[in-house]
């Protein structure tokens, strides 16, 4: 799917109304089939990015273009079915505590299936060998049946990142997905998911925090700083100079604390509910 942002202000989700917008006068053009990472500091407005892409929150100004609608000015059913589309997986997902994991990852596919096919995959879930083949491109097969608040929290960012797999969106908008995994694990994440939107012609737009692995993974890389874009150019024109510039006072962030090892295999306590 292609992706236009013309001049675009947007908050961050959890801001308030009056709030200054985290994005500004973003304008940006993403090809269908492209794959783009996006760079900046913490509070750059990475996220508030990808979320006004995913039609997740409504820009303050300027026109969001997807497949060449504008999305907040289409019927609620025409929104529905551009959504539909489009999969965005936020940096903690949101998956539900006390589902199994291969209920979990098949609900990435629920917009593209009816409704029936719905309902009826949350009592006999089909597609166990596709839910299976995702989680392995995440070396996390071996936990299909396991339940989701067992899982550390590496292993629940490699669930979500194969329910994104799983969905058959052709806009995939990916939230920093490196940020609980070991070194090997985030190369084989991200190889996994660059090669299946390759091979469905999917665009991926990725926001990272692994400026290396932006810059090899990626062949066009965008650079955000306080809400602003400051550069949007192929991965292999990125000088030393412009990553300083981007980083400016945040340099810690440049080199990057390396990500906290995936080492937490203790389950975590199951959820109790408490009834009224
Ligand atoms: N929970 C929040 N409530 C209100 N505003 C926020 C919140 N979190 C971030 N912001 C604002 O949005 C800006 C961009 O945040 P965000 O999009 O999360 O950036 P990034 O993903 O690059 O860290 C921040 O600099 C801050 O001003
Ligand atoms: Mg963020």
Excluded at 3 to 20: E, F, G, I, W, Y
Excluded at 260 to 276: G, K, L
Aim: a neutral charge; charged letters at 20%; aromatic letters at 4%.
């Amino acid at each position: 799917m292609k992706a236009t942002l013309n001049t675009v202000d947007a908050r961050h989700p959890a801001a308030r109304q009056d709030a200054a917008p985290a994005i500004r006068t973003i304008s940006l053009t993403f090809e269908q089939g492209e794959q783009v990472a996006v760079i900046g500091a913490s509070g750059s407005g990475k996220t508030t990015l990808l979320h006004a892409i995913a039609c997740a929150l409504k820009p303050s100004a300027g026109t969001l273009t997807l497949a060449n609608q504008n999305p907040w000015a289409v019927s609620g059913r025409a929104l529905q079915a551009i959504r539909g589309q489009l999969f965005l997986a936020p940096q903690t997902p949101p998956l539900p505590p006390r589902q199994r994991v291969v209920t979990s990852v098949l609900a990435g596919r629920l917009p593209h299936q009816s409704l029936w096919a719905s309902l009826r995959s949350l009592f006999y879930p089909s597609g166990i060998t596709e839910a299976e083949t995702a989680l392995a491109h995440f070396d996390v097969a071996d936990k299909l049946f396991e339940r989701v608040d067992r899982l550390s929290g590496g292993e629940r960012q490699r669930v979500g990142l194969a329910r994104a797999l799983a969905s058959d969106a052709s806009l995939y908008l990916v939230d920093e997905p490196l940020s609980a995994l070991d070194p090997t694990r985030a190369q084989l994440a991200i190889s996994s998911l660059t090669t299946a939107a390759k091979e469905r012609g999917a665009t991926l737009v990725c926001t990272l925090h692994q400026v290396d692995t932006a810059l090899a993974s990626f062949p066009r890389v965008i650079g955000l700083r306080d809400g602003l874009v400051a550069f949007d150019v192929p991965s292999a024109e990125v000088t030393r100079d412009m990553l300083h510039a981007l980083y400016a006072n945040k340099l810690n962030e440049l080199n990057g604390p390396a990500p906290a090892p995936e080492t937490i295999e203790q389950p975590s306590q199951p959820a109790v509910m408490h009834c009224r």
